[in-house]
Every structure is written in C-alpha cells, then in structure tokens.
C-alpha cells in the first residue's frame, strides 16, 4: 500500500543524485548566528587593520626620516631580531586574507549558503594553526621592542640624572603584555576550535543550501 509522504518545502529537487539537499527547517540556531555575526565583524576589523598595517610599513620610513631631520634620537626599529620584518609582512599578508575570507563567509554564512558555512569552517581550522603560530613570534617581538625602549631610557638617564628609573617599570609592563597575549592567543583558538565542532554538526549543516 502506497503512503503520502509530505512535503517538505525546504528540500530541493535535483538532477544529481550526488547534490546536496538541505533538510533542516532552515532557521540558524543562536549559536550558529553568532559565529556568523562574530567571523563577520573579525573580518572587517582584520581587514582594516591589514590596511592600516600596511600604509604604515610604507610610511615608517618616512617618519624615521623627518624624526632624524628634527634632531629627535630615537629609532624606529622595524627588524628587532633577524628575520622580523620579513615575517611581519608575510603575517601581515594571511592575516588581510584570512580576515577577507571572514568577512566573506560571514555574510554568505547569516543568508543560509553551504558556501558561507564551508569558507568559515576552513577559515576556523587555519586560524587555531596561525594563532598557534603567531604566538611566538609575538612574544619575541614584543620582548626585543621593549628591550629597545629600555635601552632609550637608560641613554636618556645617562644624559639627564633627573630623568626617572623606569627599567623596571617596563620590564613589568612586557611581562604583563606578554601573558595578556598568551590568555587571548589561547582564548581565540578554543574560540575558533569551538566554531569548527559546532559547524561540523550534521544537524547545522542540513540548514544550508
């Protein structure tokens, strides 16, 4: 005996038997929303940073250049351990199209498009692997710039008595930035471990066309 079977109106019919068909009741959960809305707003605050990252390469020069016109003696250091400059740029370049790709997956994500749910989820996995890796480098430019800021305080000291210690004012101040970065680097990479699960679930994947 022949049974009804209803309709579903989210379900699509295709000439492929291999297509995917989503199955859900297409409405996103909070949770799945979220991290739409939270890739989409790294993305654009990634992207302009990038920008913004990449004016000021191109202008640092010139400041050092109109700083040592003024008499100011200060260096702006863009190398400070060998091999830095290099791997800034190169950082600098993955994280403008890592956050490009946020951007773009987070709009295609919030209007339902298996694409939008892809792209984020590649983008989740590779952010773990580059927060991983940018934490090093991270610290040990951060310790060489403060190192360099010592440096200048202890020639401006030698040049004025009345000028203030602050060597350990500092070296408090590069501490406490350290283990700062080290608690968000290993916050964003739960972050990013916990959105690659939850897009990975069956049950968000059959929401998407």
Known sequence: MNQDIPNNPYRFESGNPNAYEPTGDGKLKPFTKA?????????????????????????????????????????????????????????????????????????????????????????????????????????????????????????QMANNPNTPDMGAFLDVILYVSIGFGVLISIGLMIFYALCYLHLNKAEVRANFR
């Open 35 to 155: 991290v739409f809305i939270i890739h989409l707003i790294f993305g654009i605050l990634g992207t302009i940073g990038a920008l913004f990252g990449a004016i000021s390469i191109v202008l640092l020069p010139k400041l050092q250049e109109m700083m040592n016109e003024a008499g100011v003696d200060e260096q702006i250091n863009l190398n400070p351990f060998p091999g830095a400059y290099v791997l800034m740029i190169a950082m600098m370049i993955i994280s403008g199209v890592l956050s490009i790709a946020m951007l773009w997956g987070g709009i295609s994500g919030l209007k339902k498009k298996l694409s939008g749910l892809s792209l984020i989820k590649g983008v989740s996995a590779v952010m773990i692997l580059y927060k991983l890796l940018e934490l090093p480098y991270n610290i040990v430019a951060q310790y060489y710039n403060f190192q360099a800021q010592k440096e200048n305080q202890l020639k």
